[in-house]
Every structure is written in C-alpha cells, then in structure tokens.
C-alpha cells in the first residue's frame, strides 16, 4: 500500500475535534482509519470460527493472525473507524496522533510488526533539540523557571532515581524480569503502594524543584492522579526500559510513525481482508455474548445476531461492563471494572503561530489544569506544533471548556497563540472512558491474572492487561497475538465442520 | 508441546563434541532438535510455492510463517537437526547451549516469538551474582589479578564510554536509529574503522587495565579480531541497546531459555507441520538453485531434483557461495563473501568439580587462546557450569587441541579442574564456517544492501544481513520474517496454478 494511496482514502470521522480560531469547535475529523464500505457483511447463516469485538490494534492483530491462517473471521466495532485508542488525523498535510503515537525498537511487539512490514526505517524523531531552542520551563510559585532541556533532563534523573531506586539497586535486584510476576514475588507487596505513597517515602531527599518536575513526569507517564495511581507499573515499565530514564523517554515518547499509527493499523487491516477470510462492520456497538453449548452468539446493539465458535473481546477496561456476558464474567464486576485504570488523560495539539516554540518544553504542574506541554515540530507554513499532557488529576475535557482550555495553554507560555487545536477526548468517549490504562494500586496483584485467565470460548484480550507494555500499543499487539495463537491451537484440536 | 514431551524426544546428531576424563573426546551429542523421521518426502511431482534452504531461526520463521498462510513449502537442511548456529544439547539432565543462547525483551523479533508461545516467562538468568561468590580475574603480566564483579564492571563501563564516545554524545547524536542507515548518513564514514582503529584514536585515555578489559569484551561480543572486525557493528549494537553498557550485556548476554534454545526452535517446526504443508527434508545439502523462466529448479547434492515457484536461501555469508546460484549472484563473488564475516570464535561448555566457580568470571585475554570464561551456575550434581570463549584473534579448535584446549581452561584459574567439556567448533563445521557474524571495518557499506536486494524469485535471508540484531537470534527471526512476507505478498499478486 503506497503512501499516496492512503492519503487517497481519507474519510471523515465523527470523532474527534478540530479547533479554530475563525470556525470554533467542530466535530469530526479526516482520517485514513474510517474504512469505507463501513461493512462488507452479506446474508449470513454461516458460523464464524472466530468474532472479534474491537478493531483497534488488539482485535486488528487477531484479526489479520487468523485470518492470514485460514480462519473465518467477523470483525465488529462500534466507531467508525480502526485503531481504538490510536488514530491519526491529517489537516490540511499536517499530521495529528490523537491517541496512541510513539514507537521503538524497545517495544517488541510493535517492532515486530514495523519489521514485518519494512518499515523500520519510516520514523521520525518528535522532539529534536537541534531543530530549534533548546528551552524547558517550568511554572514555581515564583513565576516561570527557564533552563536548558539538558538541565531539565538532570534534576529529572536524579529525582526519578530516587524515586525508583526501592531495593539500593535501582529496581535491578527486584524486578529483573518484568514479564514474570512470579519471579519478583519480593516485589509484589510494592503493589500497595501508590504514586504518592513512594513519594512521601523519599520526600525529604527531594529538592520542591525535583519533586514538581517528578510528579509531572509521573502524572505524564501515566495519565493518572499521585493518589490512587500504581507505583508498580511504573516499576515495570522501568524494568522494560533497561533501568534508564533516558531510554524510557526513548522508548515511550520519543518517536513517531513518519506516515501515521492510522497508516501502519491499515496495514494490518488490508492484510486480513486480502485473505479473503474477514467479514467485517464498522457502527456496529455489541450487546451481549451468549455461550449457547458449543456456539456462541453474538448480537449487536442494533440487534444483528451472528454465530461463532470463539470470541476475541477486545474492548477497552473503562467499558468492559457495557457488554453482557453469559455467563457473565463474575469475578470482575463494574465496580471492580471502574476502579482499575486511574487514566483520566487528556492529549490536546495545538498549532500556534511563530516557530519559536517548535524544540520548547513546559511544565506547568501543579498550576494549571494540563500538566505538560512540549514543541513537536514546525507545520510546512512555519507555526509551531505544540502537544499538551493533562492528567486526572486536575481533569480537563477541552470540548465543553474551550476558553479554560485555551487559558490552560496559554499559562504554559506567553508567547502561545493558539490558532488551532486538534483532540480526541477520550474520558468523554463511551468506547473508551479514558485513556491508556495505568493501574491504581493493588490492581494487578488482584485483578491482571483474572482478566488474562482463561474463560471458555470467550477470550478478554487488550492491552490493558498485557504483560509487558501495559496501556501502550505494544501491549494491544502482544495480547492480539496471543489471542488468535490460543483460537488457533484450541480450533486446531476441534473436529471440521 | 509439554517440556515432558520434548525430553521424550531426544535423539543423537553427528554434531558436536562431548569430552570426558574418562573417555576422551566424542562426537555427536543427544539432541531435541534433532528431528526423527529425518524426512516426510513421498513421491513428488507438485510444485512447491516456496522452497527454504536451512532449518535455523531463519528457515523456520519463514516455512512457519509460509506454511501457516496456507503456502506448500519445501524445507531442506544440510545437517540432521534444526536450528542452525543455534542448538542444545541435554546430557545426564544439564542443559548446553552449544551455539546462540541469549535472549531478552530487548530483542524484539525474539522476544515477540517467546510472546506468541507465551514463553516470556520461561527464561533464566545465567548469572547470578547472588548465587555463590562475586569475583572477577583478570591475568595481568603481573599475574591474576582479583576483583568484584561491580569493580569489575565499573572499569569495563568507563572504558567502553571512552571507545564508543565518538560524537561526544556517547553516540546518541551520531546514531539515533539504528535500524535506518539513511539516517545516519553522517556515520557511515565510522564504517572505515576496525577495532583497533578507534582503540588507536582513544589509548592516552585507556589505563593498562582498562584496555585489557574493553579489548578483551570486544572480542567476546564480536568474536572477531580487533585488526579487521568494525567498530560500526558495535556502535549498532550499542544504540540497540539505549546507550548502556548495563542494558547490552542484559541484552546480548545475561538470560537464556529455561528448556533450551532447541524446546524454542522444536515450537517453529512443530507448527509448521501441523500446517500439514510443510514437506522437510534432513541431511539434504543443496547444490545449485536455477531459475528456468517460471520457475525455479533446486538440486542438492545428492541429485534430488526439485521445482518450486521461490527459494528462501538462509545459508550463512560464509557458506553461501557453496551454493551454485544461476544466474549467479555476481556482485557477491566469493572473495567478497570470505571477506565480510571476522568471527572465527569458540564457545565451550566446562564442568569443573565443586560449585566454587559457578558466579566467577575471568579473562586471559592476551595471554591465552581462550579470552574469556564466566561460571554459568551449579549442576545438580554440584558442579561448576563454566562458559569460555575464544575469537579469531589466537584462534583455537578444540577438537584438534584437547591437551591445550585444557591447559587453556587452566590458565583462567588455578582451581578448575575439568571434568567434561561440550562444544560445537563452528569454525570447522563445514556449514557455517565461522560464528555469528561480525562485520569486518567497511561491509556494511559495501555489502549489506547487496546482501539484502531483491534477486527476483530467489530471496537471500539470514541473520547475517539483518537490519538491527545482525548475527544474532533475533535477526535471524526478523530476517525469515521479512522473507516470508515478500513471498506471501508476491505470490498473492500471481495467478493461481
């Protein structure tokens, strides 16, 4: 698939917003992730080996697994488009990642399948200090702090080594194997411990600079709140990322698709419809799944029924309860469900004239309803593109508060004149109810092993309860391939029909 | 496939030595990658779509991946086992990994493999410091010189800074993406230097200590030899690696498969079998590869004719002009091919009587055929496990030394008294002729786009050529997974037979 075809079949969302200065907000944006025709069922009495609810990058990869082996499979999911908690949308040739945007060697999955599709040489760096003023501020009480992104990166690390540091060896001896909950049963008492919790054990080593510019970090790392957000899945992703700050900035926020996310989700999607093997509709919300004794059936919202042997149920956490399931998944009631994921995150671009701020970051934590701002370029006419982190704590929904919005960003920096703004919001979206998934405390020693158990001929699979990169891509495309690797091997063992 | 089953299903290959005390050298060691029957060949007139020379990582990816797609294909090995330069031999219940061995969620195309087969947790440290004594050797002209591992390690880390701080940015500015050599356009020149060029450029920074340290790990991770090998390989490896010496030997060096890396390779095969279009034919070297307009003809030594619409060659650089290609891969004269891959190095497997060895290491580099040894831990028995390792630089083959091959082993430390020793001397083996690759100083330049070039309807993939993890396990996997898709795309485009 050439880029030029892809930029050929931008479709218009319903989802999304774009902000203008002249226009004011309107919904919907343009995006090569709404697939048109939105479905291409025919009359059906056939059996599907497999359904998948979902068709973000999870139910994508199960899907395009499956079917590339010769399985039959329907692919329903309630937008109008693929992806999930990761899309992109291009604006007049600029390209926006409203959801889900970095990628990295280190994260293997999605690597993987970078490799698998040549395209290890198609990104790009977002931040680049040699493309403009190398300028971090951050917001004290005593007016706005200036300094170099080196020095900003110093205080960074060391607060976050004191932070992380809960074995005199900064986490090395405790979890040297993030992917085994098993072998780091030393550290599974961690799990109690909020954000906040392993803060106040360090605070008196940390200078209030450290300590502001480290619960910045945090609450952008994790989308979350200091109070009720999980150290240990910070942990982990430290694990994950070799024990480095600077490689977990890499490997988690530094790089970016040159052609999009949407681009490269495409990819999976054509791929299982060259197969000839994929049904698909997009609009199409799911109700309930049934297990009726050796099918199981599923109806839509809209009250289509279709049969199938296996379910891939790909829907996020925050909306896991939406669908009813019999039997039903007891152990993981709504209020367990609701009490999971902490991320109440708001991702906001902005264009704002002058190039100026194109290398500049700001913090502007605990002043202000966002929480991070840093430059990402410069846009073909010469503005400056700015992406703005907020958090639950402090949560913002920049759709119904346009004018707080904008006053946020403007706090970050004077010279921010915001001409347009470009967002997705994902608290206020009822397929997502919030952002990418970071566990509050005590949630995975109680619950990942729940969510990731085997439950019959219906598989939960997400990235919200990967292994490894939990919440990010790379999590949905770990636990995609592991779903359609188990329908695979169980329909292998099954009689044909 | 249950760990019970694989140890069910060992048999002997030719391959390999095992020494004894008491009965001196033997070749050929027990095996689960030793497949039996040693072909599923019947009478044949079909065309296969793809026909793969070489049952390694490679090999296998690709005829899983083909195979799993719904592809025919044919795979001949020249030796009687899978798993190429990769293999693990069991004896009396302790495991040996003869060949590569390492593995880490650093290594995507690997650890997404481990994923898919939920094996993520399958994985052992091979050092454990905390699991007998922290010491560290290093034979001076002054004698043995003893030390801590974290003194150890704290040398080596300065060092190796000194060595790869080319661009004074500890090569983050000169090589920000490691899999895109266009983008490291200003690196390319690096690709001049060997070795002991850019010691050269750094020796009035090197403390005598240091020096034997940092070139004695030079050898170790390229196997080669400090006058030829190139520093460009490193500094790739280097920037795989998040910059760290700490996150390299993680990486490259630090965890192995619990049920060896043959229960891993049996999983590839397995599957493809399964497929039930996998035809595979052991002890079956090839002679030449045609192309008759249309398609292609396969003969192997033995004079088995074969058709089929691709080839996937995985054979090694140094093996590859065995192979007569027509028409012929001109601009990779054999010349060309012996001059690329510098590792001539020696893996060999010690069992020393009593545990005291098992978390020591120690290096001999210079003065000795063997550079570097570490105690990979305590049979059950109550043994020392030990690992040494030999490069081109002084280059030894056991097989053809055993009495200086144990005087060898002496020389690291006064209390290792050999009781057995395994190893497989890839140098002589007459299909691999030479370790995993390191690039001699300016290859990369001149050879690995033509190595990677698309040849029509012959496609050349190996670990040797791969874009990130070169030579290791992980470009063999990214490189059959690269193949696999280019033929799977290809042949969808072609009208079916």
Chains 1, 2 share one sequence.
Not at 89 to 118: A, F, K, M
Not at 246 to 260: P, Y
Not at 402 to 415: P, Y
């Amino acid at each position: 698939m050439s880029s030029s075809m892809n930029d050929s079949i931008k479709h218009d969302s319903r989802e999304g917003f774009h902000w203008t200065k002249k226009d004011g907000l309107k919904r919907g944006l343009p995006s090569s992730s709404v697939i048109q025709p939105g479905t291409n069922l025919q009359a059906h009495n056939n059996v599907y080996d497999t359904t998948i609810i979902g068709a973000g990058y999870t139910g994508l990869t199960a899907a395009r697994d499956l079917t590339t082996s010769g399985l039959s499979v329907l692919l329903l999911e309630a937008r109008d488009r693929i992806g999930g908690r990761t899309w992109t949308s291009t604006i007049n040739g600029h390209q926006y990642e409203l959801g889900g945007q970095y990628v990295h060697w280190g994260q293997p999955n999605l690597w993987r399948e970078l490799s698998r599709y040549s395209m290890q040489q198609d990104i790009d760096a977002c931040l680049d200090p040699t493309g403009g003023p190398n300028i971090s501020t951050v917001l004290t009480k005593e007016g706005l702090k200036s300094m170099s992104k080196e020095e900003n990166a110093a205080i960074m690390d060391s607060a976050f080594q004191k932070f992380i540091n809960i074995d005199g060896d900064l986490g090395k001896s405790i979890m040297p194997l993030p992917y085994d909950p098993t072998l780091v049963s030393e550290a599974v008492h961690l799990d109690e411990l909020t954000l906040k919790d392993r803060i106040n054990q360090i605070q008196q080593d940390l200078e209030p600079l450290e300590r502001t510019i480290l619960e910045g970090l945090l609450l952008s790392l994790t989308g979350g709140k200091l109070e009720t957000t999980g150290f240990f899945g910070v942990l982990v992703l430290w694990a994950l990322c070799a024990y480095s700050l600077d490689c977990l900035v890499r490997a988690a926020a530094a790089f970016k698709l040159r052609r999009g996310q949407s681009d490269f989700a495409r990819r999976f999607f054509q791929e299982a419809l060259d197969s000839q093997k994929l049904s698909y509709a997009f609009n199409c919300p799911v109700a309930s799944v049934k297990d009726r004794v050796g099918q199981i059936e599923v109806i839509t919202k809209d009250g289509l029924h279709f049969w199938t042997k296996r379910v891939i149920c790909t829907v996020p956490l925050n909306v896991l309860s939406s669908i009813y399931f019999d039997p039903p998944v007891r152990e993981l009631s709504d209020d367990v469900l609701a009490g999971i994921n902490s991320n109440q995150s708001t991702k906001l671009h902005v264009i704002t004239s002058s190039g100026a701020l194109s290398s500049w970051d700001g913090l502007t934590y605990p002043h202000n309803r966002l929480v991070h701002a840093s430059g990402e370029g410069t846009t073909s006419w010469g503005d400056s593109h700015l992406v703005c982190f907020g958090a639950s704590y402090n949560h913002i929904d920049p759709e119904d508060n346009i004018e707080e919005t904008l006053a946020a960003v403007k706090i970050f920096h004077q010279d921010i004149d915001v001409k347009s703004m470009v967002f997705h919001d994902w608290s206020k979206d009822e397929y997502s109810k919030g952002g990418w998934c970071s566990y509050t405390a005590t949630a995975a020693t109680k619950y990942l092993g729940k969510l990731r158990a085997s439950r019959g001929k219906v598989i939960l699979a997400s990235s919200d309860w990967a292994l490894g990169w939990r919440g990010f891509i790379d999590g949905a495309i770990e636990e995609g391939t592991r779903a359609a690797f188990t329908v695979k091997t169980e329909l292998a063992k099954e009689p044909k029909a």
